[in-house]
Structure formats: structure tokens, C-alpha cells
């Protein structure tokens, strides 16, 4: 029979391990994030001037907000893109389509 000790040290051993996985998952999709500045620069030859600078300048645009910083491109959405100066509904169809979700 088991001792009760002995099933509490599992238990915890049990939500260590579920601890250890869930920083492990968070990590791994925060590597697959894609920085915004890496992907302007990989697109500079079919970027727009306009789309290029409300991208590179998301971040700082966004300083003042209760959010935090835009730093990866899977995080920006159309309301925090079209917030911006210059950018408007054809910059937010242009990078809809360099994404390849258009």
C-alpha cells in the first residue's frame, strides 16, 4: 500500500513536470514569432515605403498604450495596424498580402 508521503512527493513531482511544460510551450511559441524588423528586412524588396515605416515603427507608436509593445508580426492586428500614422485600409491589404493571409 502506499503511504501517504509518498503520494504527496508524486503529486508534487507531478505538478513540477506541468510546470516545466507549460514555460517550455510558451518559449516554443515565442520562438516562432517572427520579429518585426527581420521580416521588414526580408521583404524590403517587395515592401512599400509607407508599410515599411507603420511597421517599424509599431512599437514606438504603441509605447504610450496599455499594451504592451508590438514586437512580433503574428501580434499585430488591423485595430492597433490602422491606429497608426500613414497607414491605412490598402497598407493593411499590401501587408495582408505579403503575409500570404490575403
Given amino acids: 500500500m502506499i ?3 509518498r503520494y504527496l512527493k508524486a503529486l508534487d513531482i507531478v505538478e513540477e513536470y506541468h ?3 507549460k514555460i517550455q510551450s510558451t518559449q516554443e511559441k515565442e520562438s516562432r514569432k517572427t ?3 527581420l521580416w521588414v528586412l526580408e521583404q524590403r524588396d517587395k515592401i512599400s515605403t509607407r508599410l515599411k515605416n507603420c511597421l517599424l515603427g509599431i512599437s514606438y507608436y504603441n509605447r504610450g498604450s496599455i499594451s504592451p509593445p508590438i514586437k512580433y508580426i503574428e501580434d499585430i492586428s488591423q485595430h492597433d495596424f ?3 500614422r500613414n497607414a491605412g485600409i490598402m ?4 501587408f495582408k498580402k ?3 493571409i490575403y
Avoid: F
Fill in 3 to 5: 503511504k501517504r508521503e
Fill in 35 to 37: 520579429l518585426t524588423e
Fill in 98 to 100: 505579403l503575409k500570404g
Fill in 82 to 84: 490602422l491606429r497608426l
Fill in 91 to 94: 497598407t493593411w491589404v499590401e
Fill in 19 to 21: 510546470k516545466q511544460i
